[in-house]
């Protein structure tokens, strides 16, 4: 069974940095392109990040550019997305999703996703 399992959410303070981990069971995650997206009550879903399969090409929002960075580890099957300077308008849930797909962009359409994790930026 293909699963997609979050962690590494919490409180933080503005200006400080969380990492977040997206491990697979079921499958490796090599071959699948992952996405990174957030959501807060009220709003959609939204898009943060993704990271191809074939040459591990990336895509960020223009609002995390510059502070969030999609990274993959092969070999414990799990991608992270580290997030630095952090901002209260960050705080949301955070999903990672998978898609078997060479590339991945922000139109891309997953398949199977996690339960999510809570980011809170709060001072």
């Known amino acids: 069974q293909l699963q997609l399992m979050e962690s590494g959410g919490g409180l933080v303070q503005p200006g400080g940095s969380l990492r977040l981990s997206c491990a697979a069971s079921?499958?490796?995650?090599?071959?699948?392109?992952i996405g990174w997206f957030r959501q807060v009550p009220g709003k959609l879903r939204e898009p943060v990040s993704c990271?191809?399969?074939?040459?591990?090409?990336?895509y960020y929002a223009d609002s995390v550019k510059g502070r969030f960075t999609i990274a993959r580890d092969n070999a414990k099957n799990t991608v992270y997305l580290q997030m630095d300077s952090l901002k209260p308008e960050d705080t949301a849930v955070y999903y990672c999703?998978?898609?078997?797909?060479?590339?991945?962009?922000?139109?891309?359409?997953?398949?199977?996703w996690g339960q999510g994790t809570q980011v809170t930026v709060s001072s």
């Open positions: 999703a998978a898609e078997d797909v060479d590339y991945c962009s922000e139109l891309t359409v997953y398949d199977y």
């Open positions: 990271i191809s399969s074939t040459d591990g090409s990336t």
């Open positions: 079921g499958f490796t995650l090599d071959s699948y392109a």
